[in-house]
């Protein structure tokens, strides 16, 4: 009897009703970006071979990868790879996969950057924690003159971060470090930085409950879970990072969207603060808090 031949359009047929029926949210395109990465392809090489035959080595691997995603482990810890600010980032469970909405952080920072040129010869900007470095890459893309230190409290986060910014090339202007928050950085950092900025973990007891599996249950949640209303952390970088800001430095801050009058509020008590303003996303809703330095 002649063996069975699962090609790539039969493949992706398949997957995706299987995908379909444990309820995965974009059966499609995760059938895809898996077969892509076992194959070796772009995604449109898929429909330019769609009756390609897959090997039985080729076959072994992706049945692996559909079995994790399955277990709603996210497809980017599958492949090892998120895009961020068009950059192929490397991701793994040890750090937070980047978010779109964490380019409007970026996109926020480099407005300001790009005000305060004229005034510099150098800009210093501080990334608390980088993560997968993302945000540091993305500065450093847009801003090579830059000098930028980026912390993270997980060891494994840095060597990822450094690891990502010697795959992309742009390892001079970063300087990667192991602390918590700002306490690594001793008083030779004190009114060093024109920007400090964070993603920080600003998800609530509430929220974190509800999360879906694929975050819940992967992602570390010491870069998620942001205290009882998500602020905790926030208010701790709002309170510790002044030291390190200039005079009329910014810092800047993604936030939960319903955060912001809040977080408004709390950084109008603090001595060092001149102004205060909130930038929304690409929905419209709150997302970077901006807090200037007197």
Same mark, same amino acid.
């Given at each position: ?21 444990? #309820?995965? %949210?974009? =059966?499609?395109?995760?059938? %895809? ?87 510099? $010869? ?5 990334? @608390? ?56 950085? /001793? ?17 609530? $007891? ?6 879906? =599996?694929? @975050?819940?249950?992967? %992602? ?5 879970? /942001? #205290? ?25 801050? %993604? ?40």
């Amino acid at each position: 009897m002649k063996e069975e031949q699962w090609t790539i359009i039969k493949v992706l047929k398949w997957t995706t009703q299987y995908f379909s029926s444990l #309820g995965i %949210e974009q =059966p499609r395109t995760d059938a %895809e970006v898996l077969l892509a990465h076992v194959l070796g392809y772009e995604r449109l090489d898929l429909y330019l071979n769609f009756d390609q035959p897959l090997t039985k080595a080729e076959l072994a691997k992706y049945r692996e990868a559909i079995k994790r995603r399955a277990r709603r482990e996210p497809v980017q810890y599958i492949t090892e790879r998120q895009e961020f600010w068009s950059l192929p980032i490397r991701v793994t469970p040890a750090v937070l996969i980047p978010r779109p909405e964490t380019e409007c952080l970026v996109e926020t920072a480099l407005k300001i950057c790009r005000e305060k040129l004229p005034e510099t $010869d150098q800009l210093h900007i501080l990334d @608390i924690g980088t993560g997968s470095g993302a945000i540091s890459l993305a500065l450093a893309k847009e801003l090579p003159e830059a000098t930028i230190f980026a912390s993270d409290l997980s060891f494994e986060a840095i060597l990822l971060a450094k690891q990502n910014a010697k795959e992309l090339t742009v390892q001079s202007g970063i300087h990667f470090f192991v602390s918590n928050l700002c306490e690594a950085l /001793g008083k030779k950092a004190h009114e060093y930085f024109d920007i400090v900025m964070s993603n920080p973990p600003y998800i609530s $007891d509430s929220e974190y409950q509800k999360l879906p =599996p694929e @975050i819940r249950n992967y %992602e570390p949640k010491t870069a998620l879970h /942001g #205290g009882e209303n998500g602020t905790l952390v926030i208010k701790d970088i709002l309170v510790s990072a002044a030291a390190y800001l200039k005079s009329g430095g910014c810092l800047v801050l %993604e936030i939960g969207s319903t955060q912001g009058a809040l977080l408004r509020q709390f950084a109008g008590t603090l001595a060092w603060v001149s102004e205060i303003d909130i930038e929304k996303d690409y929905s419209g809703l709150d997302r970077v808090l901006i807090v200037r330095k007197k």
